[in-house]
Nanobody
Framework: QLQASGGGLVQAGGSLRLSCAAS????????IGWFRQAPGKEREFVAA????????FYAQSVKGRFTISGDNGKNTVYLTMNSLRPEDTAVYYC???????????????????WGQGTQVTVSS
């Protein structure tokens, strides 16, 4: 089970840190992905923490502003979001997979366990 938290309301230029905590099951070197979905839009990839942190991936729209990191001892992956923009407003979801292949890391269909989502609202 994945639990996403840390969302909230922030002004443009501000920062938030989202957390994705895994409980009730263990993943073997999991890949954790963050996705977001704004009203009226499709879910899109944000960032991924590949195979327990051996590599990280970012969407072009967040590169240089967002950082994905992990704490294996706490089974938690974080998404630190800086320089937030109104267009970052969305519900953010974390997802996990122990078997995703590299070519699917940006695809939601590659993940088989999803958290409930946390709302991020950036005001202008």
């Amino acid at each position: 089970q994945l639990q996403a938290s840390g969302g909230g309301l922030v002004q443009a230029g501000g920062s938030l840190r989202l957390s994705c905590a895994a409980s009730g099951q263990t993943f073997s070197r999991p890949t954790i992905g963050w996705f977001r979905q704004a009203p009226g839009k499709e879910r899109e990839f944000v960032a991924a923490f590949w195979r327990g942190g051996s590599n990280t991936f970012y969407a072009q729209s967040v590169k240089g502003r967002f950082t994905i990191s992990g704490d294996n001892g706490k089974n938690t992956v974080y998404l630190t979001m800086n320089s937030l923009r109104p267009e970052d407003t969305a519900v953010y979801y974390c997802a996990a997979s122990s078997s995703i292949i590299l070519s699917n890391v940006r695809e939601s269909r590659g993940y088989n366990s999803w958290g409930q989502g946390t709302q991020v609202t950036v005001s202008s």
